[in-house]
């Protein structure tokens, strides 16, 4: 933390010729997941109200950081239980109204300002009760569970959500936020089952790929509870018959991973490590689809050295971090209480501004590689 002043400009300078291989950078739009926490309460917030519990996107803001900030990616939130409300159950039958607010985003977002959307349904790889998110819900093809949506019905439902945007070449397909608690073989089988629906709804898109632990990449080849073997044990056996897969990974800074705290005592160029050189082994490539620091000097530092990280090792593709979104309000969804969000006009939980006026343009903003950010990627997607 200290002489963090030299440390940034020398990073910047390396950064200049390291550019060029990130082919996404942005941001998560968090929100139309929200309004469902309330403990013992299953059916709280289901369906939930549009503009009240949750929101997708406040096009305004997306304007602001395409047309200003220069960003390509933004990784856009939803809900399971409210795209496949409880009493049809997870499948191809979906909540029209949900879904139609979910694609205007989308729409927006790519066919409107032509940056890229990566969907992501916000679920930790369960179904059925998300009141006490991240940690309730059944998961989703727990055979001993009754009351669990199958893997089968997990392929159901992605068949049909490729299959309605399998025309639009920037959109990307995010599997599921966070698999926690889990057999990593289930995070596998469920994985795959995705990969093959996608794919048989004849979208070609990347699609990005969760592990086990929260996804988390410095724990990628750890086990992480009884029967949560390592990700790095099972993950490189996807098999994408386009070859448009990526890993997606989630690193915070912070003491624990969680991104609840303010400090950054957690190097990432360090903990990605193993995560990197096993990418490297299988010929696979990552992106970083949730990471953050707080509002302070050795969060700053650290935020850019991972940035910088990411830009000089040919795996990773892309990163986008946690959260702007319209409904934060004056919360902070990452890195302690007072830093707010990443939303452009909103302001902290302390009247201050928040983290895109403080940690966006000191740790982010510089390594946006905004002229070299191309819609030609080395996958699928078209110029
Ligand atoms: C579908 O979503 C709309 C908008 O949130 C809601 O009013 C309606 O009750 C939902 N339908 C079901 C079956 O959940
Ligand atoms: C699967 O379901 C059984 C029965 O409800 C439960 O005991 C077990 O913890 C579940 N497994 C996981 C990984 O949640
Ligand atoms: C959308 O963003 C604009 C620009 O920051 C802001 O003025 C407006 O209040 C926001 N709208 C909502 C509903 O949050
Ligand atoms: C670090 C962080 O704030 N993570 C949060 C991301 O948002 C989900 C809900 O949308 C929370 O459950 C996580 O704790």
Redo the contacts with the bound molecule.
């Keep these: 933390m200290l002489c963090g002043f030299a440390k940034i400009v020398s990073l910047l300078a390396v950064s200049q010729a390291a550019l060029g291989k990130i082919i996404y950078a942005g941001i998560n739009e968090s929100g139309g997941e929200f309004g469902v926490w309330s403990p013992g309460n299953p059916g709280f917030g289901l369906p939930g109200r549009l503009?009240v519990d949750y929101?997708f996107i406040?096009k305004?803001?997306v304007d602001?950081f395409v047309d200003q900030e220069k960003i390509n990616l933004f990784r856009v939130t939803f809900l399971m239980e409210r795209m496949c409300p409880l009493q049809y159950g997870l499948g191809a039958r979906f909540n029209e109204t949900y879904f139609n607010a979910f694609a205007d985003a989308v729409n927006y977002i790519t066919l409107k300002k032509g940056a890229y959307a990566m969907l992501d349904p916000h679920n930790y790889m369960r179904y059925n009760d998300p009141s006490q998110q991240p940690f309730s819900g059944s998961v989703i093809g727990n055979s001993s569970d009754p009351t669990a949506a199958t893997t089968k019905q997990f392929g159901q439902f992605w068949h049909e959500l490729a299959r309605r945007f399998a025309q639009n070449p920037k959109v990307l397909f995010g599997i599921n936020n966070e698999p926690h608690d889990m057999p990593t073989e289930l995070v596998l089988k469920n994985n795959q089952e995705a990969i093959n629906a996608i794919r048989s709804a004849g979208a070609r898109q990347l699609i990005v790929a969760p592990g086990n632990a929260w996804t988390g990449g410095h724990s990628w080849t750890e086990w992480s509870c009884t029967d949560c073997k390592p990700s790095s044990d099972f993950m490189y056996q996807l098999v994408d018959p386009l070859h448009n897969l990526a890993i997606d990974v989630h690193e915070y800074l912070d003491i624990d991973f969680s991104g609840g705290h303010d400090a950054c005592e957690q190097p990432a160029p360090q903990n990605l490590e193993k995560l990197t050189a096993w990418l490297k082994e299988h010929k696979l490539k990552a992106i970083i689809s949730e990471f953050g620091g707080g509002n302070n000097e050795g969060c700053i530092n650290m935020l850019s050295e991972m940035l910088e990280y990411l830009a000089a090792n040919d795996e990773y593709i892309g990163w986008t971090v946690w959260a702007a979104g319209?409904?934060w309000g004056t919360a902070s969804p990452c890195c302690g209480p007072t830093v707010g969000s990443l939303?452009?006009?909103?302001i902290t939980s302390e009247g201050k501004p928040n983290g895109f006026s403080t940690v966006w343009p000191a740790a982010i903003k510089p390594h946006i590689p905004a002229s070299k950010l191309s819609a030609c990627s080395l996958f699928f997607s078209p110029c």
């Design positions: 503009g929101a406040n305004s803001t602001i319209p409904i939303e452009p006009g909103a």
